[in-house]
């Protein structure tokens, strides 16, 4: 499925491009002590943010894909979201018996406006319609409240503590898991 592109009421999810403009933005948000404090890894220069956008588009080019590493854009920004600089990250790792964890990072500027919901709910809707998943995860920091509260308001539930999470990084508190299956999937509106 190449390339995504993922519209809602205010923002764009789309592939990467291997450019300045976005590999500028994908350290701005990872480079970001900020932006990582909750994410399972430090903050990244940017040589690395070159690196992953590569690799990023090779998974994207893959056979079987199992891995979406996807750009968030404001469709404000450009007439055409494609142009626009990303100000958040969306992920989908797909697992086995058609199950995913999602992930998010919004950016410091970009935080604080919904932003969140509605990346999420790009994202459930790519999972349980193109894609055919029928059960999400996401990881969230125990610290990381505002995170909790965007997924239960999307229906995900509390499933307890992540078991043998990764040393070092950004996580230094532990984390939940929390999950929504398609049947508990009531649309974008929540």
């Known amino acids: 499925m190449v390339p995504v592109r993922l519209t809602g009421s205010r923002l764009a999810i789309r592939e990467y491009h291997h450019t300045p403009g976005d590999v500028d933005a994908l350290h701005a948000l990872f480079g970001d ?94 999972a349980f319609g193109a894609l055919g998943l029928r059960r999400l995860t996401a990881r969230v920091d125990v610290d990381n409240r505002a995170s909790a509260a965007v997924l239960t308001r999307l229906g995900f539930r509390a499933q307890g503590p992540v078991r043998h999470d990764p040393p070092g990084g950004g996580v230094r508190s532990g984390a939940h898991r929390y999950a929504l299956t398609t049947g508990e999937w009531a649309g974008p509106a929540g």
Do not use: K, M, N
Not at 99 to 113: D, F, M, N, Q, T
């Open 33 to 126: 002590p900020e932006v990582t404090r909750y994410l399972p890894f430090d903050t990244w220069d940017r040589e690395t943010c070159a690196d992953q956008i590569e690799l990023y588009l090779e998974e994207a080019l893959a056979r079987e894909r199992r891995t979406y590493q996807l750009a968030v854009t404001r469709r404000e920004d450009a007439e055409d979201p494609a142009d626009a600089t990303p100000i958040a990250h969306a992920s989908l790792t797909l697992g086995t018996g058609r199950c995913a964890e999602l992930g998010y990072a919004v950016g410091r500027g970009a935080r604080g406006r919904g932003h969140a919901g509605e990346i999420v709910g790009l994202l459930c809707g790519l």
